[in-house]
């Protein structure tokens, strides 16, 4: 009994404090705003302090709510709705984030977390524009606690208080999707960071080459952050849903690759203010679009508009508060961007077309062109359905159309940009350096055209492009290596690692450009050389599939805390190796869900599927073998490694001055 008070205790605090956050956030939003019409300039540091207050209000509501998770406190209505005392603890844990109350809180949460982290850097680095920062920050709060607390809350009661709990949804009942919804919030959230930013200089006048430098780091711990989460959504996709593929242009898909598109070309853009002080108010635009798309795949996969394994089912008032807001935050900050927009004009233009600028500028125009066409392709049915009740679906073919040589020019661009000096390029030079990957890039394709089966035009020459694009980054670097090397006549270990962490920036982004070309290998790889079949199997019985021999040995059953499942077991004759696949119910929501089970390699993937036959003792084996998918996953975390050494060159070069100013005589 007394824990049972003391747990209900706990939630009533964490309720009581999720509210004062809110009404300290609200203070944070409106302390410079007082201190501008009382003219009390000291009243602007409020928000600075407000900003730790937030934080640590939230922390004491998300904890309480994870308390009541993990102590089965069912007399909490979302928690009743999202576990059970059979659930393990780590997806009780997880739980927070698997239904729409905890994951918006789990948003805010992590706003909060940005907005302390912002006000402590901001007192040394930008101390007089950091309450104008935090202020907006603090409106964000606002308008995110309002729909927590009155029409989302997941503080809400039950009684009377049932013995048992419901279940999480046994989809997420899954590793993969216990880190992917935190890591797509760190990308969306993360990118409050840079709108609050612009929003400041457009407020203040603050000139931009003044603060792009500042929201680069922020762009890209974004960026990365989002990159991470829709790599974990496609590889949960992948190995959970049991349809053999990753990405299916689900309109939940598409609401996180839309930022993702104009976060790729922000960070670009953002290389070419800093290099050459032009695109100022471009990229004051590119950071309001991609946070306002941010909010945009709140509100689809909230407001109950859609139909997604993704989406969150939920009432139209609360999707109506979404819109409602996120229409308030795009009128005012796209309001103030067009009335002071004018003074953050860039002091430089493009003064030849072959050059690293250029190239940029042809990238920005690929990547907005690419979200356009996915946002047309993802709103459209909605639109259509709201005026005249007609229902389609815009799917894979129209998307593949558009995207795929979008793609191929990109992986172009990404061969030949770095190759390309600023200002202007010497076109002999560039040839001399082009010729021999050119040469490899052609040959491959032209040799999978003549020699492989048919396949698509797209493949030979995504191949092609990708390995041109490998060739182009191994003889830039191994030409800087060489140059070392003539220079101080070190080994050649040595000189390649000095001269990756010499210039951090750059390789690191050269790092990143090698891992999305080793994803596209194995985009191709998996999207034009799979192949499947699907079978009725009794023990004993062998199928081929691709030059891949299995053997179905028959099924077992198994008994854990939470489900059931009838386990099949599959041996692979060419290795030895076996495939369990499984069908679980889980009691609790009486929901039947297919397991699959994977062979991989580096090469290719066989992926096994099992369902019923209803042909006596024998199985629905569905097999897929699917080649180079494991590129995809290996290209991220080469993206994540090229993009950490990327963001390591600051303090490096902080460091390395410091240790310069103690080095230098009294």
């Given at each position: 009994m007394l824990a049972n008070n003391l747990s209900l205790n706990i939630i009533e605090l964490g309720h009581f404090c999720a509210y004062l956050a809110m009404i300290v956030a609200l203070v944070q939003g409106l302390a410079p705003i007082a201190?501008?019409?009382?003219?009390?300039?000291?009243?602007?540091?409020?928000?600075?302090?407000?900003?730790?207050?937030?934080?640590?209000l939230t922390t004491i509501g998300g904890l309480s709510l994870v308390q009541a998770f993990v102590t089965s406190n069912f007399s909490v209505q979302y928690v009743a709705a999202n576990s059970n005392t059979l659930l393990p603890i780590f997806y009780k844990v997880a739980a927070l984030w698997g239904g729409h109350e905890g994951s918006l809180y789990l948003w805010v949460w992590i706003l909060t977390f940005y907005t302390m982290i912002v006000g402590w850097l901001g007192r040394k680095h930008y101390p007089e524009h950091l309450p104008i920062i935090l202020a907006v920050q603090g409106w964000l709060m606002v308008g995110f606690f309002g729909l927590i607390l009155f029409l989302s809350s997941p503080f809400t009661r039950l009684f009377p208080i049932p013995v048992e709990g419901n279940d999480l949804n046994p989809l997420l009942q899954d590793p993969g999707m216990v880190g992917h919804p935190p890591m797509?919030?760190?990308?969306?959230?993360?990118?409050?960071?840079?709108?609050?930013?612009?929003?400041?200089?457009?407020?203040?006048?603050?000139?931009?080459?003044?603060?792009?430098?500042?929201?680069?780091?922020?762009?890209?711990?974004?960026?990365?952050?989002?990159?991470?989460?829709?790599?974990?959504?496609?590889w949960w996709a992948y190995y959970e849903l049991g349809w053999g593929g990753y990405w299916a242009w689900d309109p939940v898909e598409n609401a996180s690759f839309m930022p993702w598109l104009l976060g790729t070309a922000l960070v670009h853009s953002i290389t070419v203010q800093d290099r050459r002080r032009m695109l100022h108010t471009w990229n004051i635009f590119l950071v309001i679009s991609t946070f306002s798309l941010s909010l945009l795949g709140t509100f689809l996969v909230r407001s109950g508009v859609l139909s997604s394994v993704h989406a969150f089912a939920v009432d139209p008032g609360r999707g109506m508060y979404i819109l409602a807001f996120m229409v308030v935050v795009l009128t005012v900050s796209f309001g103030i961007f067009m009335v002071k927009g004018r003074y953050q004009q860039a002091e430089e233009t493009i003064t030849s077309y072959m050059s690293r600028e250029a190239l940029?500028?042809?990238?920005?125009?690929?990547?907005?062109?690419?979200?356009?066409?996915?946002?047309?392709?993802?709103?459209?049915?909605?639109?259509?359905?709201?005026?005249?009740?007609?229902?389609?679906?815009?799917?894979?073919?129209?998307?593949?159309?558009?995207?795929?040589?979008?793609?191929?020019?990109?992986?172009?661009?990404?061969?030949?940009?770095?190759?390309?000096?600023?200002?202007?390029?010497?076109?002999?030079?560039l040839r001399t350096r082009l010729l021999w990957p050119l040469v490899i890039g052609v040959s491959v394709?032209?040799?999978?055209?003549?020699?492989?089966?048919?396949?698509?035009?797209?493949?030979?020459v995504a191949v092609g492009l990708a390995l041109f694009a490998l060739a182009n980054l191994l003889t830039d670097f191994l030409r800087a290596v060489r140059q070392r090397r003539a220079?101080?006549?070190?080994?050649?270990?040595?000189?390649?690692?000095?001269?990756?962490?010499?210039?951090?920036?750059?390789y690191g982004g050269m790092i990143v450009h090698l891992g999305i070309v080793v994803i596209a290998l194995g985009l191709v790889g998996s999207g034009l050389f799979?192949?499947?079949?699907?079978?009725?199997?009794?023990?004993?019985?062998?199928?081929?599939?691709?030059?891949?021999?299995?053997?179905?040995?028959g099924v077992t059953s198994l008994h854990h805390d939470n489900y059931e499942a009838i386990q099949g077991q599959l041996t692979l004759l060419n290795s030895g190796r076996t495939v369990k696949p499984q069908l679980r119910t889980y009691p609790r929501q009486d929901a039947p869900t297919t397991e699959t089970s994977i062979d991989s390699t580096m090469l290719r993937d066989v992926y096994v599927v099992m369902a019923p036959a209803n042909e006596g003792q024998k199985w629905a084996i569905h097999v897929y073998v699917n080649p180079l998918v494991r590129f995809i996953w290996s290209g991220g975390f080469i993206i994540l490694s090229g993009l950490f050494l990327s963001l390591t060159s600051r303090l490096h070069k902080r460091k390395a001055q410091e240790a310069a100013d103690a080095a230098e005589p009294a």
């Amino acid at each position: 009994m007394l824990a049972n008070n003391l747990s209900l205790n706990i939630i009533e605090l964490g309720h009581f404090c999720a509210y004062l956050a809110m009404i300290v956030a609200l203070v944070q939003g409106l302390a410079p705003i007082a201190a501008h019409l009382l003219r009390q300039p000291r009243l602007a540091q409020i928000s600075v302090n407000a900003s730790t207050a937030v934080f640590v209000l939230t922390t004491i509501g998300g904890l309480s709510l994870v308390q009541a998770f993990v102590t089965s406190n069912f007399s909490v209505q979302y928690v009743a709705a999202n576990s059970n005392t059979l659930l393990p603890i780590f997806y009780k844990v997880a739980a927070l984030w698997g239904g729409h109350e905890g994951s918006l809180y789990l948003w805010v949460w992590i706003l909060t977390f940005y907005t302390m982290i912002v006000g402590w850097l901001g007192r040394k680095h930008y101390p007089e524009h950091l309450p104008i920062i935090l202020a907006v920050q603090g409106w964000l709060m606002v308008g995110f606690f309002g729909l927590i607390l009155f029409l989302s809350s997941p503080f809400t009661r039950l009684f009377p208080i049932p013995v048992e709990g419901n279940d999480l949804n046994p989809l997420l009942q899954d590793p993969g999707m216990v880190g992917h919804p935190p890591m797509l919030y760190l990308g969306y959230v993360g990118f409050s960071v840079p709108f609050a930013f612009a929003m400041t200089a457009l407020i203040t006048r603050w000139r931009s080459e003044l603060w792009v430098g500042l929201i680069r780091r922020w762009a890209l711990i974004a960026w990365g952050f989002l990159t991470t989460g829709i790599l974990l959504g496609g590889w949960w996709a992948y190995y959970e849903l049991g349809w053999g593929g990753y990405w299916a242009w689900d309109p939940v898909e598409n609401a996180s690759f839309m930022p993702w598109l104009l976060g790729t070309a922000l960070v670009h853009s953002i290389t070419v203010q800093d290099r050459r002080r032009m695109l100022h108010t471009w990229n004051i635009f590119l950071v309001i679009s991609t946070f306002s798309l941010s909010l945009l795949g709140t509100f689809l996969v909230r407001s109950g508009v859609l139909s997604s394994v993704h989406a969150f089912a939920v009432d139209p008032g609360r999707g109506m508060y979404i819109l409602a807001f996120m229409v308030v935050v795009l009128t005012v900050s796209f309001g103030i961007f067009m009335v002071k927009g004018r003074y953050q004009q860039a002091e430089e233009t493009i003064t030849s077309y072959m050059s690293r600028e250029a190239l940029l500028v042809f990238n920005n125009v690929l990547f907005i062109v690419a979200c356009s066409v996915v946002l047309l392709g993802t709103l459209y049915p909605l639109a259509l359905d709201a005026l005249n009740g007609m229902k389609i679906t815009v799917a894979a073919p129209f998307f593949n159309s558009v995207m795929v040589p979008i793609l191929l020019v990109v992986i172009l661009l990404m061969a030949i940009g770095p190759l390309v000096p600023w200002r202007k390029v010497n076109i002999e030079r560039l040839r001399t350096r082009l010729l021999w990957p050119l040469v490899i890039g052609v040959s491959v394709a032209v040799a999978m055209f003549v020699f492989m089966p048919p396949v698509h035009w797209t493949g030979p020459v995504a191949v092609g492009l990708a390995l041109f694009a490998l060739a182009n980054l191994l003889t830039d670097f191994l030409r800087a290596v060489r140059q070392r090397r003539a220079q101080l006549q070190e080994p050649f270990m040595r000189a390649c690692l000095k001269t990756l962490l010499g210039n951090r920036r750059h390789y690191g982004g050269m790092i990143v450009h090698l891992g999305i070309v080793v994803i596209a290998l194995g985009l191709v790889g998996s999207g034009l050389f799979r192949s499947d079949e699907t079978v009725s199997m009794s023990p004993g019985d062998v199928v081929e599939v691709a030059g891949e021999k299995l053997r179905f040995d028959g099924v077992t059953s198994l008994h854990h805390d939470n489900y059931e499942a009838i386990q099949g077991q599959l041996t692979l004759l060419n290795s030895g190796r076996t495939v369990k696949p499984q069908l679980r119910t889980y009691p609790r929501q009486d929901a039947p869900t297919t397991e699959t089970s994977i062979d991989s390699t580096m090469l290719r993937d066989v992926y096994v599927v099992m369902a019923p036959a209803n042909e006596g003792q024998k199985w629905a084996i569905h097999v897929y073998v699917n080649p180079l998918v494991r590129f995809i996953w290996s290209g991220g975390f080469i993206i994540l490694s090229g993009l950490f050494l990327s963001l390591t060159s600051r303090l490096h070069k902080r460091k390395a001055q410091e240790a310069a100013d103690a080095a230098e005589p009294a």
